[in-house]
């Protein structure tokens, strides 16, 4: 059962392009949620989706920012108009719809921003 | 707003010794708590989950433990190696069934030195 995947793994982008990062959770799960992880801090939540469903977006920023989770394919965390600060390490997590405190973490993306 | 906080920032032993990595949490309605490590460019790994019904959880040479009542979690490690090097990170839960997500601490950098 291969893990989160995550890609790309490395992402550069300049000022004012778009980012598309994209989640395949494990096999069976559900529910996936996106994290960022900005230098020298912690990760912060951003959003939780379940098939087609947003159901938490507290921790996404109001501009520029969407995330999906179609009935089928990846999950993806999309960032319009990059800017500087949107430099950081982006992961992905999932857990099974009978076990949803259990999260399971893909590798990230870094998301460099010239 | 809950908060996590890991103290100390980084820290540096000898092989072979034992060793605590603390977290403070500010809110005591935590649902559970996780334990991950992080290694330089790879994603997380959990290494323990607490509910928040429990006091401890043990792996291998592992164990955390939860006291809600004063806001602490420990992660001991017995007989420290030079594989144990990584950034150890603190995770609340809050919410059951997934909502919020998790809200981490910054980390311990852990080195052992061989």
């Known amino acids: 059962n291969a893990g989160v995947m995550q890609n790309p793994r490395h992402l550069v982008r300049r000022r004012g392009q778009e980012a598309r990062l994209r989640c395949s959770p494990m096999?069976?799960?559900?529910?996936v949620y996106w994290y960022r992880q900005l230098p020298e801090e912690g990760l912060k939540f951003m959003v939780y989706?379940?098939?087609?469903?947003?159901?938490?977006e507290s921790g996404m920023p109001k501009e520029r920012f969407s995330a999906e989770f179609p009935k089928e394919g990846p999950s993806i965390l999309r960032i319009q108009q990059v800017v500087r600060g949107d430099s950081a390490a982006y992961f992905c997590a999932s857990s099974p719809p009978l076990d949803p405190d259990t999260q399971y973490f893909g590798p990230g993306t870094r998301l460099t921003v010239l | 707003k809950q908060e996590v906080t890991q103290i100390p920032a980084a820290l540096s032993v000898p092989e072979g010794e034992n060793l605590v990595l603390n977290c403070s949490f500010t809110?005591?309605?935590?649902?559970?708590l996780q334990w991950f490590r992080q290694d330089p460019g790879k994603g997380l790994t959990s290494l323990l989950l607490?509910?928040?019904?429990?006091r401890e959880q043990t792996s291998g040479r592992l164990n955390a433990s939860l006291d809600k009542s004063s806001g602490r979690s420990t992660l001991y490690i017995a007989a420290s190696q030079p594989g144990d090097s990584a950034t150890y990170l603190c995770?609340?839960?809050?919410?059951?069934?997934?909502?919020?997500?998790?809200?981490f601490g910054k980390g311990t950098h852990l080195i052992i030195q061989p």
């Open positions: 995770a609340g839960m809050y919410s059951g069934g997934g909502a919020d997500g998790l809200t």
């Open positions: 989706l379940q098939k087609e469903n947003i159901i938490d």
């Open positions: 096999k069976g799960h559900s529910h």
């Open positions: 607490i509910q928040s019904s429990q």
């Open positions: 809110d005591s309605a935590i649902y559970n």
